[in-house]
């Protein structure tokens, strides 16, 4: 094995080849050609001795070899993201950047923004609003509001609420199909939402009805898309009480059955152990707490 050390654009070529066991992943991540991924790949291989893969009919798996390579190098980028994270901290001023869903930040963040502000002088806000989870070893987000079961690896979650569902459609929808029992809903189009993919089932369970299909409605990516299609009377969606209160109140939304459903995913304040005694964290977490505080 030569002395020299590769570049670090060897290495995470190949960190990504490893972790997707696919050249053509690992190109789409990076923006380049499998080809290019591939040669890179050799070069490597040629620079250490030995071949980090077994490729067979378009297929590759790493080596043993490989694995402990790899091992080495993903941990390596593991530290370096941490350290770059917490020196740009450092030397960069006082910021705060906060991930949580677009529902989130419609609803709760927003309208509050600038009581945050207050709090949290001579701090710089960014809001970051994605419905994918936060990956802390790879983002410069500090703190995030995430939907789940509090289930994550490396991080500490504080419980911020509990969500209740509950239907939801608009007047003229309801007008258009009037309901008089729950177990017409199984001759309504209803919207569901992916990450939630199961709560008819749940529903119909809870109301001991018939299994309710999804297959005549309409099924979206995000919360919000399926809670603007019940606005815009294209069906019934679950919609999560606690956020829904003023779109119910203004009568954009309304409840054609009075019921309601505990989920088991909640709300929470997701962060990095390190972070737990920052000034900025210690502060967004009381306001945040506060916030639902005064609407349950």
């Known amino acids: 094995m030569k002395s020299r050390l590769p570049s670090l654009h060897l290495l995470k070529l190949f960190e990504a080849a490893a972790r997707h066991e696919s050249f053509k992943a690992a190109a789409a991540e990076l923006h380049l050609s499998p080809s290019a991924i591939s040669h890179q790949i050799r070069a490597l291989e040629e620079h250490l001795g030995f071949d980090l893969f077994t490729r067979l009919n378009r297929k590759i798996t790493l080596t043993s070899a490989g694995q402990a390579y790899f091992d080495v190098v993903s941990d390596i980028f593991l530290r370096l993201n941490k350290g770059s994270h917490n020196v740009i901290r450092r030397f960069q001023g006082r910021r705060l950047k906060v991930s949580l869903m677009p529902s989130l930040a419609r609803h709760q963040l927003i309208p509050q923004l600038s009581q945050l502000r207050q709090q949290l002088p001579g701090v710089e806000l960014i809001i970051d609003t994605r419905s994918e989870l936060v990956d802390f070893t790879q983002s410069d987000v500090d703190i995030a509001i995430r939907f789940g079961r509090g289930h994550w690896d490396n991080v500490i979650a504080e419980p911020l609420t509990e969500f209740h569902t509950t239907l939801v459609c608009s007047h003229p929808f309801l007008k258009q199909h009037p309901m008089q029992h729950i177990h017409e809903l199984a001759s309504v189009p209803l919207i569901n939402f992916s990450f939630m993919s199961d709560a008819w089932l749940k529903v119909a369970h809870a109301a001991k009805l018939p299994d309710l299909s999804t297959e005549q409605g309409l099924t979206f990516g995000s919360?919000?898309?399926?809670?603007?299609?019940?606005?815009?009377?294209?069906?019934?969606?679950?919609?999560?009480?606690?956020?829904?209160?003023?779109?119910?109140?203004?009568?954009?939304?309304?409840?054609?059955?009075?019921?309601r459903f505990k989920i088991p995913q909640s709300l929470y304040l997701v962060y990095r152990p390190g972070d737990q005694a920052r000034e900025e964290i210690q502060v967004f977490c009381a306001w945040a707490k506060q916030q639902y505080q005064s609407v349950e």
């Open 223 to 259: 919360y919000d898309m399926a809670i603007l299609a019940a606005e815009h009377h294209q069906g019934v969606a679950l919609g999560l009480l606690e956020l829904e209160r003023e779109s119910l109140a203004q009568g954009r939304l309304l409840q054609p059955f009075d019921i």
